[in-house]
């Protein structure tokens, strides 16, 4: 039960911000040495990079001029695709991907861009697949829920 209503708050979360996400600005900043620059400073907040100019693909949120969370979006849907955080430009920490209709297909953790613990994997209509079980990059296991 715990684990459904902490599943129901991530996706009324996300769902209740997503379109403050599409309403950024574009990311027209500059680079130098991996850090992002706006006008002269060094860039904190989010921006939007946009795939032919006008359909959204990705949404970056930046602190201190490096990227912390990289959110895809399905094209031209817009849905969104997956949500993960960057460190040093290598995906860490937790990582969710949808399906196009919105339901959770896959969460679980990297480590220096590598699986690591448990993988959860979901069917399109939200029951449970199966889980790997990783160790920074190495699978132990395959437990299938079906």
């Known amino acids: ?37 706006f006008e002269g400073k060094i860039y904190s907040g989010s921006c939007n990079l946009s795939y032919n100019d006008t359909l959204v693909w990705k949404t970056l949120t930046y602190k201190r001029g490096k990227i912390t969370k990289e959110i895809g979006y399905y094209l031209p849907g817009g849905e969104v695709e997956y949500i993960g955080k960057l460190k040093n430009g290598i995906m860490m920490g937790d ?11 896959i969460q679980g953790y990297l480590n220096d861009g590598k699986f690591d613990g448990d993988w959860i994997y979901y069917d399109d209509d939200g ?16 437990i299938p829920h079906k």
Do not use: H
């Open 1 to 37: 039960m715990v684990k459904k209503i902490m599943l129901f708050m991530v996706f009324a979360t996300f769902f209740g911000c997503q379109k403050n996400y599409k309403e950024l600005k574009s990311c027209n900043l500059q680079v130098d040495n991996s850090v992002a620059y």
């Open 95 to 105: 990582f969710i991907a949808y399906y196009p209709n919105g339901i959770v297909s």
């Open 127 to 142: 029951s449970l697949n199966k889980t790997l079980v990783w160790d920074k990059g190495v699978q132990l296991d395959s």
